[in-house]
């Protein structure tokens, strides 16, 4: 893809301006396409004032879900700019290492994170500028605008970022053009049309809020309803509400199951859902079967950010769907796929390995990290994803395992090298190996087994207390095992599946 990018948002403004484009389910209000495309205009001048307007600039964002961020990410492209909204569940510490690692030229932050926003600023030697202000700055604007669409679909137009298995966080690099083929892959596999409404609850600084939930549907013109965040009741109101008439939601599995425990579960009117789309974590057979009974459709996925949406269940076959549960389905438009086993040959049959993904939806790496990003892609511009699957006979897939120990808590990837990097610091501990484990709200959670050092005397609780203020809630164990000695083998290396194994033992049945 050549020549200039393609703007979804100015496309949509031309032909039918007066459509909603977005709901702010925060404040109520709505923006039709002309006023959003008229807003990123004008952030766009504003930006350009604000620091110097040079390629690849990077502006930081730190927010909760608001049509803000859509904004901001859409003016950065129409600069030639790069968007890298930050993960506001992180640390300070780790909020830092994001800034120092993606060098923004600005950083904008939602009033309840000015505080560290200003720290975090302040490091950098940067300026911070306030959502609020730049909210009504936007709207005191005045045209003509007339900005550029951008000249190269192919540079990079947003960073996500994303743990590593090091511990280190990378932030994968996003095209215009590369975005295109995934929300295209998502567009035909979830029958998303100019009528479509989504509901985003998801976190807008993962790929699934930012493009999934809501950069989808403004692709073809419909309508996306932000929320700040997942609350089930309020959720699953909103997916009832017939005014507000929600066709498509996007969650991870745990935010599903929560729904479906709801009181208001049975009352509430879901009939108008076209697709219930789930991805994160494998989908258990006997949800998607609860789901499909009540007349839902539950469709399950598979996609990373380093990907976009790769690979989906066919929505039009309900008798398929029932019959293959817990596939993620088959790959899309834009995707092949592969299996490969140790020594990287494509294996046969049903049998189990490494998915490998290749199509022009792919990243193309991982900003200011090239030794990682050599290490990701396989000849052939194979990515190697580190999960583990299998193909069966008609071709669908299923998720296995993780290559590596990383585990998702409540959709978020969360990697035992990285906390058990932090733990580490803490001086009463001798030796930590961290695992995850199952967990009936979040699918999984981490359990850290420690050592003492000499000397001191260790409470479990306590760790678990002080661990919430060195990392991020869902990175923090939720379960701590003091023990003599770590299991390792002759090699030294933590045997972690014997971790896991004794936790299971553990539990009550």
Known sequence: MTGQIIDIIAASARSNGGRRACIDLQSGEVLSYTELDRRIDACAAILSRSV???????????????????VVNFACIRLGWIFAPLNWRLSPPELAGLIEDSEPALLIAQPGFAGVGSDLAAQAGIEM????????????????????????????????????????????MLSE??????????????????????LCDMPMFHIAGLC??????LMMGGTVAISEGFDETLTLRRLGD??????????????????RAHPEF?????????????????????????????????????????????????IHDLDLIRRKAGSVGVPLLSVEARIVDGDEREVTGDMAGELWIRGPNVTRGYWNKPQETAAAFAPGGWLRTGDIARRDADGFYYLVDRKKDMFISGGEN???????????TDTRLADVAVVGVPDARWGEVGCAYVVAAPGQALDAEELIAAARGMMAHFKAPRHVVI???????????????????????????
């Open 52 to 70: 110097a307007r040079e390629p690849a600039t990077r502006i930081a964002m730190l927010s909760k879900n608001a049509p803000l961020m859509l």
């Open 266 to 314: 049975p009352a509430t009117d879901l009939s108008r859902l076209v697709a219930l789309c789930t991805g994160g974590a494998p989908n258990p057979r006997a949800h998607i079967e609860q789901w499909l009974a009540d007349g839902i459709t539950m469709i399950d996925g598979f996609g990373m950010s380093e990907t976009g949406s790769t690979m989906a269940m066919p």
């Open 177 to 198: 053009a590369r975005g295109f083929y995934s929300l295209a892959n998502f567009v035909i596999s979830y029958r998303v049309t100019s009528d479509s409404v989504f």
């Open 212 to 217: 999934s939930a809501s950069r989808t549907v």
């Open 242 to 259: 017939p005014e507000l008439g929600v066709t498509h939601y996007f969650c991870v599995v745990q935010m599903a199951q929560r729904l």
């Open 483 to 509: 023990l003599e000695a770590l299991p390792r083998n002759a090699a030294g290396k933590v045997l972690k599946n014997e971790l896991r194994a004794r936790f299971a033992a553990s539990e009550p049945a």
């Open 414 to 424: 969360v990697y035992p090298a990285e906390v058990e990097a932090i733990l580490r």
């Open 129 to 172: 500028l306030d959502t609020d202000a730049l909210s009504r700055s936007i709207e005191a604007e005045e045209g003509p605008f007339g900005y550029a669409r951008g000249t190269d679909p192919d540079a990079t137009s947003t960073l996500l970022y994303t743990s590593g298995t090091s511990g280190k966080p990378k932030g994968v």
